[in-house]
């Protein structure tokens, strides 16, 4: 039975270019780049240029872009650091990614309080609630720019301002973000943006912490001087030119990728709807990532149908891979006003350029199969209850 791989949010396959790239600088550029010898400048220019090709992708200054072991250690790095040694209100969204989440409460351990600024149906920001909020009180604000379960893309440019007028800096989550939608830092008026490389088809291990010019940041990792003394620890040069490379390729095939992404989504959508009616996609319809489907089943337990779709040779999940050990309806649906049977019947479904028409209309035949087996069983469980 061919397997077909619908958690692309979680991870994404390395591209060949990628792949090749590591392998090659894995050889070529194996030296410590802090190194003061011939072999140590060779990787260390891999690593500039590296950084240089990120950075025009993303229209940031190559100097404002940290390399990191990947998107959690970049959260986290962006939170703590940029939180002022005061304690204060953090704000955030209440769906937000357990890296920040747990960074957050890391620093509420420490005694600042977390305020939650309101999201509607759709998961987007209520903005009528930014003008309420304390911002006298506020030292951070960080807010997800386009959801890892839901798809939902938030605008960030209104709480963006309202940071700005009151001095406040603000860390925007573009894990999922990057590499699925164009992300221009020098526009977004933020103070720092986290990404990380196996999100967009590059390697796993490597991710950036995007840092606005002149933002001060207290580093987290002691004990080297690289990354310009804001992360301690020897980068590793083969990954960060794997993840340029994976970024210049999506830069090249943007539109297409987005159009071919889109598309398997809604063809998708289009086919869980008519065969395992009645379903709910969960999230804004209009503002979200082309890749992204949250789809719930009422009267079907989304533990009990992610098993029997891995059994069915069906790869999707019940949201973020990092908090796959709860068995807690996610926040963000639970925040968007699910009732927790249905947040708790939600599965997520998440598309990538490698997959084909062939390949969904094959999955939407084997989820069918399973919603209405699953939902048969219910039924036959509620009479002989």
């Known amino acids: 039975m061919q397997r077909i791989f619908l958690d692309n949010n979680s991870t994404t396959r390395p591209l060949p270019e990628v792949i090749e790239a590591i392998s090659v600088h894995s050889r070529a550029s194996f030296a410590n780049p802090g190194s003061r010898h011939a072999e140590g400048r060779v990787a260390r220019r891999a690593l500039e240029d590296a950084r240089e090709r990120i950075a025009a992708v993303l229209g940031a200054r190559p100097g404002e872009v940290i390399f990191t072991s990947g998107g959690t250690e970049a959260i986290n790095l962006a939170i703590l650091g940029l939180a002022k040694e005061s304690p204060g209100k953090i704000l955030l969204t209440p769906g937000e990614h357990s890296a920040t989440r747990e960074a957050c409460r890391q620093l509420e351990r420490h005694g600042s309080r977390l305020c939650f600024v309101e ?210 309806p996610a926040p963000i649906l639970i925040a968007m006003g699910l009732s927790p049977e249905l947040a708790s019947s939600s599965v997520r479904f998440s598309v990538s350029i490698e997959n084909t028409p062939e390949e969904i209309d094959e999955a939407i035949r084997r989820i069918v199969q399973c919603v209405s087996r699953l939902r048969s069983s219910h039924v036959q469980t509620a009479v002989h209850g």
Do not use: Y
Not at 291 to 297: H, M, W
């Open 119 to 328: 999201i509607d149906s759709d998961g987007r920001i209520l903005l009528d609630r930014l003008e309420g909020l304390p911002w006298n009180e506020i030292k951070l604000a960080t807010v997800i720019l386009a959801h890892n379960e839901t798809g939902v893309v938030q605008d960030i440019s209104p709480l963006a301002a309202r940071c700005e007028a009151h001095g406040v800096p603000l860390h925007v989550d573009g894990v999922q973000a990057v590499g699925k939608m164009a992300v221009d830092f020098q526009r977004l008026p933020v103070a720092a943006l986290s990404l990380g490389a196996h999100k967009f088809h590059g390697p796993l291990g490597i991710g950036a912490l995007l840092l606005r010019e002149g933002t001060r940041l207290r580093p987290r990792q002691f004990g080297g001087h690289q990354e310009s003394d804001r992360r301690a620890g020897t980068e590793s040069v083969a990954l960060a030119v794997g993840m340029a490379a994976a970024l210049e390729r999506w830069q090249l095939k943007r539109e297409q990728w987005t159009a071919q992404r889109q598309r398997l989504r809604d063809r998708l959508e289009d086919g869980l709807t008519s065969g395992c009616a009645p379903i709910v996609v969960n999230g804004s319809r209009e503002f979200r990532l082309p890749n992204t489907l949250s789809v719930a089943f009422p009267g079907v337990d989304g533990e009990a149908l992610l098993v029997a779709l891995d059994l069915a040779g069906i790869a999707c999940s019940l949201g973020s891979a990092c908090a796959s050990g709860s068995t807690e």
